[in-house]
T-cell receptor, first 114, second 117 residues
Framework: AQKITQTQPGMFVQEKEAVTLDCTYD???????LFWYKQPSSGEMIFLIY??????QNATEGRYSLNFQKARKSANLVISASQLGDSAMYLC???????????FGSGTKLNVKP | EAGVTQFPSHSVIEKGQTVTLRCDPI?????LYWYRRVMGKEIKFLLH????????ESGMPNNRFLAERTGGTYSTLKVQPAELEDSGVYFC???????????????FGQGTRLTVV
C-alpha cells in the first residue's frame, strides 16, 4: 500500500493567494513524523515544515502551515500569500517510529501565476 | 556550513557500463541515506548508513548496486553493469540524530541525474 499519497500532480495559484497541497498517509505506527520539502527546478530539496504525530497543534513556519488531521490521516500544506518563487515541486514525506527512512509522495508541481 | 554535495550532477552512460556516484554528507553527520527517483515515480529509499555500517539496505534493487562508506565520511554508489531502468535521479541525504525518533529532518543533496542509453 502507498504510504504517502499526493493526488494533485499539478496546481496553479494566483500570486498573493493561498493554496493548499494535499497529502494523505498510511501507517499503523503511533509515532511518526510528517515532512514537506520544496524542490525547485535546480533539484535541491528544501525542508519546509515538520509535524509530529503527538503534536497537539498544527505546525507553522512563516507562510507555511500544516493542516494536520490525524483521524483522517492527512497532512495538507497551506502556503499563504503565494509568491512567484514558490513555483516548484512540493514533496510530502513520512518517517515512522524509530526507523530512519523517508517515504515520499509523488509530489505536486505548483505554478504561481503573476 | 557546506551542505550535502553530490558528484557528478549529471551522468550519461551506455547500457552495460559502470557508473559511480559520490555523496559528501554534512560534516559530522553519522547518518547517510541514498534515495532515487525514476521517471514518473516517487522518490524511494535505497539504503542507510550509520557511520561506515549499513543500517538498512532493504531498498537496494539488486546486486548490480553497491554502496560503500569507507571511514564513515563520504559514500559511493556504484552501478555495474548499468541497465536502462536504472535511469533516474539519485539523491543523497544526511542527518545527525542524537536521539532516536521520527522528528529529525534530513538534509538532501541536489541529486545526480543518471541517464543510461
Amino acid at each position: 500500500a502507498q504510504k504517502i499519497t499526493q493526488t494533485q500532480p499539478g496546481m496553479f495559484v494566483q500570486e498573493k493567494e493561498a493554496v493548499t497541497l494535499d497529502c494523505t498517509y498510511d501507517t499503523s505506527d503511533p509515532s511518526y513524523g510528517l515532512f514537506w520539502y520544496k524542490q525547485p527546478s535546480s533539484g535541491e530539496m528544501i525542508f519546509l515544515i515538520y509535524q509530529g504525530s503527538y503534536d497537539q497543534q498544527n505546525a507553522t513556519e512563516g507562510r507555511y502551515s500544516l493542516n494536520f488531521q490525524k483521524a483522517r490521516k492527512s497532512a495538507n500544506l497551506v502556503i499563504s500569500a503565494s509568491q512567484l518563487g514558490d513555483s516548484a515541486m512540493y514533496l510530502c514525506a513520512m518517517r515512522e517510529g524509530n526507523f530512519n527512512k523517508f517515504y515520499f509522495g509523488s509530489g505536486t508541481k505548483l505554478n504561481v501565476k503573476p | 556550513e557546506a551542505g550535502v554535495t553530490q558528484f557528478p550532477s549529471h551522468s550519461v552512460i551506455e547500457k552495460g557500463q559502470t557508473v559511480t556516484l559520490r555523496c559528501d554528507p554534512i560534516s559530522g553527520h553519522d547518518n547517510l541515506y541514498w534515495y532515487r527517483r525514476v521517471m514518473g515515480k516517487e522518490i524511494k529509499f535505497l539504503l542507510h548508513f550509520v557511520k561506515e555500517s549499513k543500517q538498512d539496505e532493504s531498498g537496494m534493487p539488486n546486486n548490480r548496486f553497491l554502496a560503500e562508506r569507507t571511514g564513515g565520511t563520504y559514500s559511493t554508489l556504484k552501478v555495474q553493469p548499468a541497465e536502462l531502468e536504472d535511469s533516474g535521479v539519485y539523491f543523497c541525504a544526511s542527518s545527525q540524530e542524537r536521539a532516536r525518533g521520527p522528528n529529525t529532518e534530513a538534509f538532501f543533496g541536489q541529486g545526480t541525474r543518471l541517464t543510461v542509453v
